[in-house]
C-alpha cells in the first residue's frame, strides 16, 4: 500500500506541472493583461504601458514562466500583481473558506444523500421512493446559481432567517459562521446530493437482492440490522467513488457560489485573477485545485482498500 | 508679476455659515457602522496609480486632492487655500490649507505636495497631465510653486479630476514604488482593513481637518464631515444577492441597484432610490483604418442606420436620455445643436444608398463587444440588428472584458466597439476628445482638424476660444463619424430609508450623511 501511494503521489508531479505550463500557455494567448486592469477600463495605450513597464509584465514570455518554475521549486508561488501579497498568503487567507464550505457542502451531501437513497431503496417503488428521486433529479437539474438566488430570497429576504451572505470566520463566531454558511453548503450540496441518492438508491436495490441478505432474513434478523449492517457495507464502495468525485465538482461548483454569497474563497480568488489576468494568482490557483483533485483520487483509493478486503494494489 | 489671484470666495461669509451649520450639525446622529455593497473590487488602493471606479468609491473616502470637482463638476480648492496664476500662464502658486493632519498624525506640508506630485508623474495613472510641469518646488512650509513648460489651461481641472487623482500623501510614502504605498491621506475616513474578495473597512478620522471655507459638501469636495464610526464597502459581485441585502437591511447604501430592482422597489418603504442622470455616455467607436469602416460612407451609413431610443431604451433598461453632444447638457462646454440633424436618423432607405455609394459589398462588420458590461453587450445586440436591416453583415464578437482591451488597441479584428464612458465627460471635453487624438488614438486615423483643434483647447487661456474648439471638434466628429454617440445613460443609487441626508453622486459619498 505504501508503495502504491508513492507510486501515486510521484506520478501526480508531471500532471500537476502539465497542468501549470498549459494554464501559463493559455492565459499568456489570451488578450489583456493586469496592466489594462490596473489603469482603467478608460486608460491610454500610453497610460497601461506605462503600467505594464512597472508590473514587469513587458519581459519576454519565457523569462516569466522561467522565474515562476524557478520560484516553484523554492516553494514560492510568486506574488499577486494586484492583491499586494505573495500567492501563498492569498491561497491560505481564503483556504478556510473554501474548505469550510466544502466540508460542510459534502457532510449535508452524505447525511441527506446516503439517508434518502437508502431509504428510497427500501422503499422501492412506493410513494417515498418516487418523491426522493423526483426530489434527487430536481437537484441535479437545478442550476447552482439560480438554487442560490432562490435560497437568498426565501430564507433572508423574506423569512428574515439567515444573512444574504459574506464570510464569518469560524474562529470568530461559530454561530455566526453557520449562519453564513448554511445558505451556500445547502445549494451546493443539493446539486451533488441528487447524484449520491440515486448512486446509493441503486447499489442498495442490488445489494438487497444478494444471497446473503436473503439468508440473513431467513435467519430472522430484523429488517433495521440487515440494512444496516450487512447490506450498508456493501454500499459504500460506490457511495466512496461518487463522493470522491463530488468534492472535485464541490470545488468547481464552489467558484459560482462564492460569487452569488459574496464568499472570499479560493473559487472567487481564481475567477478574479482570471478577469483581472493576475498570471501568478491562476497559476497558483489551478495548481493548488490540480493538487487536490488528485490527493482526493488517492484517498478514495486507499478506502477502496479499507471498505473491500479484496483490494489489495500490491497484488495489482 | 502675479495677476490673477483665486480665493476661496466669501470666506468670512462662509465661517460664519460654518459656525451655524456647526450648531445644525450637533442635531444630526454621529455613530453607526454603515455598509456599502459595490459590484467590483478595488485592483488596488494606491488611488493614483488606478482610474477603476471600484477603487475611486473607497479611495476617495480616504485621500484628498489639492482641487476637487464641485457638485457640477467645476474645480474647486479643497487642500489648497488659494492659489495665484502668473500672466504668461506658466507659473502656479498654490498655499495649502494648514493644520491639516495626515491620518498617521503628521501635518501635511508643501514637502508632502511636491512629492505627491512627483510620484504621479511617475505612476499616476493619468500621468500625461504632469507632462507639461517643468519643475515644483517647495517655496513655503504651505506653499509650493508648479512652473509649467506651456500654458494648459485646464491643469487645475486635471489636478482636480477623481478620474485617477492627483492624491497628496505623505512625502515618505510617496517615495514608494506604485502599490507599495501605506494607505494614509487626509480624508474624513482613514483605513482600517481590506480583506480582498470580501471587504475594505474605514473609521472616522476623528482628527479630520474640514475646509472651513466652505458650509456643505460641495461634489468631492467642499465641508466635509464624517457622522459614521465607520464604513464598510463589501464586495458583492451578484446583483440580485446585492438588491436582497438592501432589502435585508445587511447593507445601507447600492453603488448601483439594477432599473428592474429599482422599478420593482420603488414603493418599498424601507428603500429610498436616487436616481442619477447622466451618469455616462453610451458610444459606439467606429475603426477607420479596416474595411469596411475604412470607407467614411459607410461610417455615416451607420450613423444614419441607427435607432438611438431603441438602442439606449433597451441597454438601460429605460433610465436613458437621447442627447446627441459630446458633453453633458447644461455644462460649460456643450456645443449646443451641432451634428443633432444627424444624430438618431434610423432612416433605412437613406442608410441604404450610402451602403451602395460606398460600394459596399456585403463585407463582415465585426462589432466588438463584452460580457462583463450589460450595456456594452445590449448595445451591439440591438444596433447589430439594426445594421443588418440595412444589409450589413454582421458579426457580434462577445469576449472578457480584458480581451475587448486588448483586442480594440490593434487596429485589426474589429470595426466597431461599444463603450459606455463615464468619467471623461464628467470630466469636461478633455477626457472625451482624448480618445480621439494624438498616435493612438481609437479610431486608427490620425485627424488633422481634431489635432489642431484640440491643440488650440489645451493652449488657449480664453474659454470663448476653447469653447469654439470644442464646437468645432464635435462637428467634425459628425463629419467623420468616428464614434457614435448613442446617448446618455443614467443609474440608479439607492440607500435604506433611515440614511439621511444623501445625494447621489460619481460615487456614494459616506461623508454628511447619518442614520436618523
Redesign the interface.
Known amino acids: 500500500m505504501t508503495r502504491y501511494i508513492l507510486q501515486r503521489l510521484l506520478s501526480a508531479i508531471p500532471v500537476l506541472l502539465i497542468v501549470s505550463l498549459v494554464s501559463f500557455l493559455i492565459i499568456w494567448l489570451?488578450?489583456?493583461?493586469a496592466a489594462?486592469?490596473?489603469?482603467?477600463?478608460?486608460?491610454?495605450?500610453?497610460?497601461?504601458e506605462?503600467?505594464r513597464q512597472?508590473m514587469g509584465l513587458d519581459r519576454p514570455f519565457y523569462q516569466q514562466l522561467l522565474q515562476w518554475y524557478g520560484q516553484l521549486l523554492q516553494g514560492d508561488l510568486g506574488h499577486s500583481f494586484?492583491?499586494?501579497r505573495s500567492v501563498v498568503t492569498?491561497i491560505a487567507?481564503?483556504a478556510p473558506v473554501t474548505l469550510s464550505l466544502t466540508l460542510l457542502a459534502l457532510f449535508i451531501m452524505i447525511v441527506l444523500g446516503v439517508s434518502s437513497g437508502v431509504l428510497a431503496a427500501v422503499r422501492h417503488n412506493t410513494w417515498v421512493d418516487q418523491s426522493l428521486m423526483t426530489f434527487a433529479l430536481l437537484g441535479m437539474s437545478l442550476p447552482d446559481?439560480w438554487l442560490g438566488?432562490v435560497l437568498?430570497?426565501s430564507f433572508?429576504?423574506l423569512l428574515?432567517w439567515l444573512?444574504?451572505?459574506?464570510?464569518i470566520p469560524f474562529s470568530e463566531d461559530m454561530l455566526g459562521w453557520l449562519r453564513t454558511m448554511t445558505l451556500p453548503a445547502l445549494t451546493l450540496a443539493f446539486t451533488q446530493m441528487g447524484l449520491l441518492a440515486r448512486m446509493t438508491r441503486s447499489s442498495m436495490l442490488e445489494v438487497l437482492r444478494q444471497d446473503y441478505v436473503r439468508t440473513a432474513r431467513a435467519k430472522g434478523l430484523p429488517e433495521w440490522l440487515i440494512i444496516a449492517k450487512h447490506a450498508f457495507a456493501n454500499v459504500l464502495v460506490p457511495v466512496v467513488t461518487v463522493t470522491g468525485l463530488s468534492v472535485g465538482i464541490l470545488l468547481g461548483g464552489a467558484v459560482v457560489i462564492?460569487?452569488?454569497?459574496?464568499?472570499?474563497?479560493i473559487g472567487?480568488?481564481i475567477i478574479?485573477a482570471i478577469?483581472?489576468?493576475d498570471i501568478p494568482v491562476i497559476q497558483g490557483g489551478l495548481l493548488l485545485t490540480a493538487s487536490a483533485f488528485v490527493f482526493v483520487n488517492i484517498i478514495v483509493d486507499i478506502l477502496y482498500a479499507y471498505l473491500d478486503p479484496r483490494v489489495r494494489y500490491e497484488h495489482s | 508679476m502675479k495677476i490673477m489671484r483665486f480665493t476661496s470666495s466669501m470666506r468670512g461669509f462662509c465661517c460664519a455659515l460654518a459656525l451655524l451649520s456647526g450648531n445644525l450639525a450637533s442635531a444630526q446622529n454621529m455613530g453607526g457602522d454603515a455598509i456599502m455593497a459595490q459590484q467590483a473590487?478595488p485592483?488596488?488602493l494606491d488611488a493614483m496609480?488606478?482610474?477603476?471606479q471600484a477603487s475611486r468609491n473607497i479611495n476617495l473616502h480616504i485621500y484628498e486632492t489639492l482641487f476637487a470637482r464641485s457638485e457640477n463638476a467645476t474645480p474647486i480648492p479643497d487642500l489648497v487655500e488659494s492659489f495665484t496664476l502668473s500672466e504668461d500662464g506658466l507659473t502656479y502658486v498654490f498655499s495649502l490649507r494648514q493644520g491639516v493632519l495626515f491620518h498617521n498624525g503628521k501635518e501635511m506640508q508643501a514637502e508632502d505636495v511636491k512629492a505627491s506630485l512627483e510620484r504621479y508623474a511617475k505612476?499616476g495613472?493619468?500621468?500625461?497631465i504632469m507632462e507639461p510641469v517643468a519643475g515644483i518646488e517647495a517655496t513655503g512650509p504651505h506653499e509650493v510653486t508648479v512652473t509649467m513648460s506651456h500654458v494648459v489651461p485646464d491643469f487645475i481641472g486635471q489636478l482636480s479630476s477623481p478620474?485617477?487623482p492627483a492624491v497628496v500623501i505623505p512625502a515618505e510614502e510617496a517615495a514608494k514604488?506604485?502599490?507599495?504605498i501605506e494607505i494614509i491621506g487626509t480624508g474624513p475616513y482613514e483605513f482600517v482593513e481590506y480583506?480582498?474578495?470580501?471587504h475594505v473597512k474605514l473609521k472616522r478620522f476623528e482628527n479630520y481637518s474640514p475646509n472651513m471655507n466652505y458650509t456643505e459638501r460641495d461634489g468631492f469636495g467642499g465641508r466635509k464631515t464624517a457622522y459614521f464610526d465607520t464604513i464598510t464597502i463589501?464586495?458583492?459581485?451578484?446583483g440580485?444577492?446585492r438588491t436582497?441585502?438592501l432589502?435585508?437591511g445587511?447593507v445601507q447604501f447600492l453603488e448601483q441597484l439594477p432599473a428592474a430592482a429599482a422599478q420593482r422597489l420603488q414603493d418599498n418603504p424601507d428603500i429610498k432610490i436616487h436616481e442619477m442622470t447622466p451618469w455616462a455616455f453610451q458610444t459606439i467607436f467606429l475603426n477607420a483604418s479596416q474595411a469596411p469602416t475604412d470607407n467614411i460612407k459607410v461610417r455615416e451609413a451607420i450613423q444614419i442606420a441607427l435607432n438611438m431610443e431603441e438602442i439606449m431604451a433597451i441597454s438601460t433598461d429605460g433610465l436613458y436620455r437621447l442627447t446627441h453632444g459630446w458633453q453633458h447638457p447644461g455644462t460649460v462646454y456643450f456645443a449646443g445643436d451641432i451634428g443633432q440633424e444627424l444624430y438618431n436618423q434610423n432612416d433605412v432607405d437613406r442608410a441604404k444608398q450610402l451602403l451602395a455609394e460606398a460600394g459596399y459589398q456585403g463585407e463582415e462588420l465585426v462589432i466588438l463587444t463584452d460580457n462583463?458590461f450589460k450595456n456594452h453587450n445590449d448595445t451591439a445586440v440591438v444596433a447589430g440588428e439594426q445594421l443588418k436591416a440595412i444589409g450589413m453583415n454582421v458579426s457580434i464578437k462577445v469576449?472578457?472584458?480584458?480581451?475587448?482591451?486588448?483586442?480594440r488597441?490593434k487596429p485589426e479584428g474589429w470595426n466597431a466597439w461599444t463603450?459606455m464612458?463615464g468619467?471623461?465627460p464628467y470630466e469636461g471635453p478633455y477626457?472625451v476628445v482624448?480618445?480621439f487624438v494624438?498616435d493612438?488614438n481609437f479610431q486608427f486615423e490620425k485627424d488633422e482638424v481634431l489635432e489642431n483643434e484640440y491643440q488650440v483647447l489645451n493652449t488657449s487661456l480664453d474659454l470663448e476660444v476653447r469653447k469654439q474648439a470644442f464646437a468645432n471638434i464635435q462637428k467634425r466628429l459628425y463629419e467623420k463619424f468616428y464614434a457614435i454617440k448613442v446617448g446618455d445613460v443614467g443609474i440608479y443609487q439607492a440607500t435604506r430609508s433611515n440614511v439621511v441626508n444623501y445625494k447621489p453622486y460619481r460615487i456614494p459619498r459616506m461623508w454628511d450623511v447619518w442614520f436618523e
Do not use: C, H
Request: aromatic share 6%; glycine share 12%; net charge negative.
Open positions: 489570451v488578450p489583456g493583461d489594462s486592469e490596473m489603469a482603467g477600463p478608460t486608460a491610454s495605450i500610453e497610460e497601461i506605462r503600467v512597472q494586484l492583491l499586494n492569498a487567507e481564503r446559481f438566488l437568498i430570497y433572508a429576504v428574515g444573512p444574504t451572505g459574506g464570510y462564492e460569487s452569488v454569497f459574496s464568499l472570499p474563497g472567487r480568488l478574479g478577469l483581472r489576468r | 473590487q485592483p488596488t496609480t488606478t482610474s477603476a505612476v495613472a493619468s500621468a500625461k478620474r485617477a514604488e506604485a502599490g507599495k480583506v480582498p474578495d470580501s463589501r464586495f458583492m459581485p451578484e440580485g444577492a436582497a441585502a432589502q435585508t445587511e462583463s469576449v472578457d472584458w480584458p480581451t475587448a482591451l486588448a483586442t488597441a463603450l464612458m468619467i471623461e477626457g482624448g480618445f494624438g493612438n
